[in-house]
């Protein structure tokens, strides 16, 4: 398959403000591609090679790319940083430069997405000495052959900046569309078209299996895959693994335990909710422990101390696999009191002083949930069922216990339970259901848990994570640098972000240096078409950071376009007073808070002042 058509797709896609015409756009792509290679295909579009949870990056820097991008064309270096410097953008440069490069070639291969694939693997793969000169042949052998479009997309997917802002879940959407329908229909355009009742009855439920699949392997590669090879019948066929990282399960949030009980039908199982990271650990005996973080980025390199707690409490005897759901959580090793959440980040990303830095910020494992255990599936059991598997595979230590939990029916006991997580240093509790159908949710913020905190006194019950999707440009001090963000809360059903606030505060000088630096990289020349805004920002960003918000109330405005008019005609909703509270890297823009959660929390507030 010739790379020309992702490089056209790519290039249409990023033109387009329609969240739809994306997906018919990927529908058309992914239907002219032959089932061997959708794999390959799905990866590079979401400007990778391998799923997330592989954490294999490109590592292309500017220099190297800047040498071949002179090699290849004939201009100078110098010539292709001045540009650089004024497009700001690699890929735009390539583009114009192999477009008038002067070494005409006599041979040059039209490139596929095989080839293309390959050469990037091996650009990936190449380590050691002689590695950058290999790298600057892999990518100069590509380049010659590109065109310029292609040049563009090649050069931003090796510097790791495709950005094309497609999500996963279009990405879902469209794989649906394509290969679903086959089922008794036949081509996907066809059916679209003569879709019964019936026919679109059984397509939104081939599209709830297809996310289900996703949530449970986590690797779009491996859905399409299945899809295309095996239709429905494959991607049903798609199960837990020990290894590879699930999507995790989430909360919703209530105002108040008399709520939440009523919520859980008067019964739950209230746990401490720790303020710590989310360690997903994958055991095997004999094998590995993996561990991965809400993101499901592989972290097991950065917690040695973790995987060790893990192997000294695991009962080896009577069990050798198993999926856990913990929270590491800081705490001083003399007291055994917990510590601010942000030591545990001291822990993360880190290459070097690992075993240092392991010492210096000890971590506790919580442990809250089993989802396997020796091959038995667990998500689909309800949570007791779980929770006693999970009793059952750890001895607790001084390093890996269950979470502090209270099964109760009783308001008073339930009040008295929650005091008790603040005492201890708790952000609140999560009270999660122990009806028939407490399945674990993978990769759902749903009813089932629901978390309770208290933690701010303004009227904003939460905090809120908000994704920038534009910038403003600064002025006086600020010169230079952006003066406030356009933050925006996320749309789940319609699979947008729409603007809440204008934020311009909480930041220091140094925070407000490296944010636009950082948001710069992501900065398109117009709205981004999952932007939904009628304010004129100076400069548009790919929604891509997550940033949690304090603000001290929720209110109308004709302003903002978070869920225009559901309240009150010709206005959203808007964030008072908003002050950057922290960066949440842990979180990506589609687990920002919703429009919906906005909403609920809306209503709450209006309960109050009542
Ligand atoms: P927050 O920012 O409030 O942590 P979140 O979006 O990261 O929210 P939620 O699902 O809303 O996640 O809240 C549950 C989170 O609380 C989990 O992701 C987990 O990291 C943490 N947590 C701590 N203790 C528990 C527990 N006992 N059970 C479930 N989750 C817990």
């Known amino acids: 398959m010739d790379y020309s058509v992702l490089a056209e797709t790519y290039r249409r896609i990023e033109e387009t403000t329609k969240r ?11 239907s002219g591609t032959p089932p061997g290679i959708i794999r390959k295909l799905v990866y590079l579009t979401q400007g990778r090679l391998y799923p997330d949870f592989m954490s294999i990056e490109l590592g292309v820097a500017d220099r190297l790319a800047i040498r071949a991008i002179a090699f290849v064309t004939g201009y100078p270096e110098e010539e292709v940083t001045r540009r650089w ?3 700001g953008d690699l890929g735009l440069v390539a583009e114009g430069l192999v477009a008038v490069k002067k070494q005409r070639t006599l041979f040059s291969e039209p490139l596929t997405v095989e080839r293309v694939y390959a050469s990037l693997q091996g650009i990936a793969g190449a380590s050691g000495a002689g590695a950058q000169e290999l790298k600057m042949k892999l990518i100069a052998e590509i380049l010659h052959d590109a065109r310029p ?4 997309f090649l050069v ?5 900046r495709l950005r094309l802002g497609v999500a996963d879940m279009t990405i879902l959407d469209a794989l649906a569309i394509t290969f679903a329908p086959r089922e008794g229909t036949g081509d996907a355009r066809a059916a679209e078209e003569a879709a019964t009742a019936d026919e679109l009855a059984a397509r939104r439920r081939n599209r709830a299996a297809v996310e289900h699949a996703y949530n449970l392997c986590s690797d779009l590669g491996e859905v399409a895959e299945r899809l295309a090879t095996g239709g429905m019948e494959g991607v049903r ?14 909360a919703e949030r209530l105002g108040s335990m008399e709520e939440i009980l009523g919520k859980l039908g008067g019964k739950a199982s209230l746990e401490y909710k720790y303020d710590g990271m989310r360690i997903q650990s994958h055991i095997r005996i004999g094998k590995e422990v993996r561990l991965f973080s809400r993101q499901l980025e592989n972290v097991t390199g950065q917690f040695p101390d973790v995987t060790a707690a893990i192997l000294q409490a695991f009962n080896s005897r009577d069990h050798e696999e198993a ?5 590491a959580v800081p705490f001083n090793t003399e007291t055994g009191e917990f510590l601010p959440f942000q030591e545990v980040s001291h822990r993360r990303g880190r290459k070097y002083g690992v075993e240092e830095a392991a010492e210096d910020y000890p971590v506790i494992l919580m442990a809250f949930d089993c989802l396997l255990l020796d091959g038995r599936e667990l998500a689909g059991a309800p949570y007791p069922e779980r929770r006693k598997a999970l009793a059952r595979m750890f001895r607790p230590t001084d390093r890996v216990q269950m979470s502090e939990s209270l099964l109760t029916s009783d308001l008073s006991a339930a009040e008295q339970f929650f005091q008790k997580a603040l005492d201890s240093g708790c952000e609140g509790i999560v009270a999660k259901s122990v009806s028939e159908d407490s399945a674990y949710r993978a990769g759902a913020r749903g009813w089932q848990w629901i978390k309770f905190k208290r933690d701010y006194k303004s ?6 994570d908000l994704v920038p999707v534009g910038a403003f440009a600064g002025h006086g001090k600020r010169k230079g640098k952006y003066g406030a963000l356009l933050m925006a809360a996320y749309n789940k059903d319609l699979d947008r972000f729409e603007t809440v606030c204008k934020l311009g505060t909480g930041f220091s000088d140094e925070m407000l240096e490296s944010m636009t630096a950082e948001l710069g990289a992501q900065r398109v020349p117009q709205r981004h078409a999952r932007v939904e805004s009628t304010m004129k920002a100076d400069y548009w960003l790919v929604p891509s950071a997550v940033y949690e918000v304090l603000g001290a109330e929720i209110t109308l405005s004709p302003v903002h376009t978070a869920g225009f008019g559901k309240l009150r005609s010709g206005s959203g909703l808007a964030i008072r007073f908003p002050r950057l509270k922290q960066v949440r890297a842990d979180k990506r823009p589609e687990d920002a808070t919703s429009v919906q ?5 809306y209503e709450r507030q209006l309960k109050k002042v009542e």
């Open 20 to 30: 739809l015409e994306m997906t018919a756009l990927l529908v058309g792509l992914f």
């Open 85 to 87: 410097m004024k497009e």
């Open 149 to 152: 479009l292609e040049a563009r």
């Open 156 to 160: 931003r997917t090796m510097l790791g």
């Open 237 to 250: 066929g798609i199960r837990l693994e020990a290894g590879r990282p699930v999507r995790p399960m989430l």
């Open 323 to 327: 999926i856990v759901d913990c929270e």
């Open 459 to 464: 009227e904003m019950e939460d905090t809120a």
């Open 597 to 601: 959660e906005l909403l609920d929390m």
